[in-house]
């Protein structure tokens, strides 16, 4: 027997898969319906659109970086055509001492631990018992 709702998990699937550009969509659809018999259309429905959608477009995820205008890692750091010859020591930056927040840190230590994170874009910082 057809079900409608049949064509709808095949449709939503391969549209997902069209927008995110990704395959693993097909494996998400046919766990969450647990509808195993439905592996072989939203299998091949995936695949059409994925590989349709990869000639068309940039996928969503693609399209939100550059609209906020974040740059592709590999051009802005690794310097582009010469990217797969870097590893991550030729990029990254170490950072030889993060500061932690406990119970005994004074207001003004913290002051200068927001000032440190502010200057290397830190966005989180430890807070731990104790240093030890």
């Excluded at 994170?117 to 731990?128: S, T």
Aim: glycine share 6%; charged share 15%; with cysteine.
């Amino acid at each position: 027997m057809v079900y409608p709702g049949n064509y709808a998990v095949v449709g939503a699937a391969a549209t997902a898969a069209a927008a995110t550009h990704t395959i693993s969509v097909a494996v998400i659809a046919i766990e969450l319906t647990g509808q195993p018999h439905l592996f072989l259309p939203i299998g091949l429905a995936v695949c059409a659109a994925f590989l349709l959608a990869r000639e068309l477009g940039p996928s969503v995820f693609d399209f939100f970086r550059r609209v906020a205008k974040i740059p592709e890692y590999a051009s802005a750091t690794c310097g582009g055509e010469d990217a797969d010859s870097k590893v991550a020591g030729d990029v990254a930056q170490p950072v030889t001492e993060v500061p932690c927040v406990t119970s005994n840190t004074t207001v003004a230590a913290i002051q200068e631990i927001l000032e440190w994170g502010r200057a290397m874009h830190a966005v989180h910082y430890p807070v731990v018992d104790n240093l030890t």
